[in-house]
């Protein structure tokens, strides 16, 4: 189905109550749904929005085209936790019903003052030209609904173009700060930074100067925070080339790391590092956990490529969260602790591989490996194993390599260069934490020294996992738990 301009800017209320039932309930029985990941009601599901911790609850929001798997008019679908395992809908959405965000409440996130919580966000308005104006909203979370207020920023600054979205916000030394996503007049990307004490008026800081002058024509979703004195600057540019193993998707996901001069807004930092080496991660936000840890989602998705879901017209998930924390300078990312509740029975296995062998069986479960040695060259892990389907994860000995391939995985996604992504481990591989669901793989190697997250869209009956090593011996311990 061609979906025209006016079907993507259709509105939720533009359907009867019966019409959503009917999407909902096609979109429950349709193949590929996750068994624990958010996922969307019906239609598509991008950015994680508002997330943030207030009460004994934490908050989080989806980006949301609800009428099918295409990026029409947004919304912001609401959910709440206690632990950031079960989830439940609320429906305090943030919906595109005001002049500002006419053509789409865009993504932004959420802070806490005075004890309400307060969501801040781009409307994407479009005039009858079509010409894109961004404004940057704040809005009010209260007990009854979402209360808007007049835009604080209306358009971009002098120098930028339209594409000036995504504000994320934190406070500093009695200061509220924002940093927005941007494009230069000279079509380069970059971040803008505003600054407010009261949360209601907001000054124009300007630009934060990296070293990255000239990377990519745009950065969206931006977010800033400082872990035991390190700043860190998360950011997704697009239209960056790839380089050897870096960079292979449509668009990046990535932090610098180092130190930010508030007073000039220069920041001297590391390389660009992507977040993710998996084939399907974008456009993550953070926020404060409960006890005070740096917790992270992202998008299990990407903009302008297809899914297999899309034809039963719904589409993507998010992560599972993540905690960050900076060990020895470096990133590390470990999925939270609390997803162990989700842990029933489990069984463990100690194996001297050689040949392909079968090990268990399962569609939706977490795996921990541990490598008690290696000699082989190649060491495979097969998941999702039938006749005629694998998804495989080989780590080659000499080179420190871990790939991640999906040739023969299932229904494969279209317009993505290339089945399969790789890395270089910066030690040798000693462990991995495994999570499998219905549609989707999250691999932490060496407790949390690198990520990769992929979806995947294997037949119903793909269901094994099998190991194998070439050229000489692995012994490994695995533990397979299922999981409720
Ligand atoms: C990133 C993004 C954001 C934008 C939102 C719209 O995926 O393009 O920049 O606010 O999605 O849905």
Known sequence: MEWTREMKYRRIEDIDAMQYETLKINTENATWRQKYHIQPVTGLLNDPNGFIYHDGMYHLFYQWFPLGAVHGMKYWYHLVSK??????????TVDPDTRYDSHGAYSGSAFVVDDEIKLIYTGNHRTKEWTRIPYQIIATLTEDGVIKEKPFIEGPEEGYTEHYRDP???????????????????????????????????????????????FGYMWECPDYFNIDGNDIVLFCPQGVEAQDDAYRNIYQSGYIIGAIDFNTLTMTHSNFEELDNGFDFYAPQ?????????????????????YPTDKDDWAHCLTLPRVLTVENGELIQRP???????????????????????IFTGKYYELLVYIESLSAEVLNIDLRVSDEEYTRLS???????????????????????????????????????????????????????NVFTSRIFPSEDSDGVRVSSSDGQAKLTITKFNLK
């Open 395 to 449: 780590y080659h000995t000499r080179t420190r390599s871990f790939i991640f391939d999906r040739t023969y995985s299932g229904a494969l996604p279209e317009n993505v260069e290339d089945t399969r992504r790789a890395t270089v481990l910066k030690d040798d591989l000693k462990q991995l934490q495994i999570f499998v669901d219905e549609s989707s793989v999250e691999i932490f190697i060496n407790d949390g020294a």
């Open 336 to 358: 939270i602790k609390a997803l162990a509740s989700r842990r029933m029975d489990s069984e463990t296995k100690t194996i001297e591989v050689s040949q392909e062998q079968a």
């Open 83 to 92: 632990d950031l395992v079960c989830f439940e809908s609320d429906d305090r």
């Open 286 to 306: 953070t926020t404060v956990g409960r006890n005070d840890e740096r917790i992270l989602i992202g998008w299990m998705g990407l903009p302008d490529i297809h």
């Open 168 to 214: 994320k916000v934190w406070k500093m030394h009695g200061k509220y700060y924002a940093v927005i996503g941007a494009q230069r007049d000279n079509l380069t990307g970059t971040i803008v930074v505003y600054s407010s004490l009261d949360f209601k008026e907001w000054l124009f800081e300007g630009e934060l100067k990296t070293r990255y002058e000239n």
